[in-house]
T-cell receptor
Framework: NAGVTQTPKFQVLKTGQSMTLQCAQD?????MSWYRQDPGMGLRLIHY???????DQGEVPNGYNVSRSTTEDFPLRLLSAAPSQTSVYFC????????????FGPGTRLTVL | GDSVTQMEGPVTLSEEAFLTINCTYT??????LFWYVQYPGEGLQLLLK?????DKGSNKGFEATYRKETTSFHLEKGSVQVSDSAVYFC???????????FGTGTRLLVSP
């Protein structure tokens, strides 16, 4: 099993550009989520999904879109990048029952100039 | 809303020293509590968890006890190693919800 994979590892964007961060998991997990990690703020939830076709907003959803057309994939779209979106982005997945371990990808470091 | 508070870092220790990283939480209901660890350049991975009051989670020599009376889940290890250098995150998951609420993380630096 590859677990949770994310691409790209690093990305530099200019303000106003759009891009998609890719996330895939091969564990057949129903629950997937996106977090951003900023210094001194821990991880904050952006969007999450409890299954294909179902998504919902987390704590900091503005400026981001998600979709879940398959169980395996959960891409995160930046519509018009802003310097405030400079961060490290982590995708995570787990089985739907609570108390289960969430598995994290290696992260994407995004810089917006 | 739910929240997690961790001690500020970095925590700097010599090898074989005793480690404590404090974590307290605020939550309605009866949350599950977790410690995740992030090694340099990697994603987070689960270190240990406890799902109800007085439970003790343990793994790789690390321990934490769910104390409902003090709303705490402090991480301890009796003898740290250089390889334990990482960022440690305390997190909670409230009943019926999947999402994790994280603390700000505590960086641990262990020198030989």
């Amino acid at each position: 099993n590859a677990g949770v994979t994310q691409t790209p590892k690093f990305q530099v964007l200019k303000t106003g550009q759009s891009m998609t961060l890719q996330c895939a998991q091969d564990m057949n997990h129903e629950y997937m989520s996106w977090y951003r990690q900023d210094p001194g703020m821990g991880l904050r939830l952006i969007h999450y999904s409890v299954g294909a076709g179902i998504t919902d907003q987390g704590e900091v959803p503005n400026g981001y879109n998600v979709s879940r057309s398959t169980t395996e994939d959960f891409p995160l779209r930046l519509l018009s990048a802003a310097p405030s979106q400079t961060s490290v982005y982590f995708c995570a997945s787990s089985e739907l029952a609570t108390n289960n371990e969430q598995f994290f990808g290696p992260g994407t470091r995004l810089t917006v100039l | 809303g739910d929240s997690v508070t961790q001690m500020e870092g970095p925590v700097t220790l010599s090898e074989e020293a005793f480690l404590t990283i404090n974590c307290t939480y605020t939550a309605t209901g009866y949350p599950s509590l977790f410690w995740y660890v992030q090694y340099p350049g990697e994603g987070l991975q689960l270190l240990l968890k406890a799902t109800k009051a007085d439970d003790k989670g343990s793994n790789k020599g690390f321990e934490a006890t769910y104390r409902k009376e003090t709303t705490s889940f402090h991480l301890e290890k009796g003898s740290v190693q250089v390889s334990d250098s990482a960022v440690y995150f305390c997190a909670l998951q409230n009943t019926g919800f999947q999402k994790l609420v994280f603390g700000t993380g505590t960086r641990l630096l262990v020198s030989p």
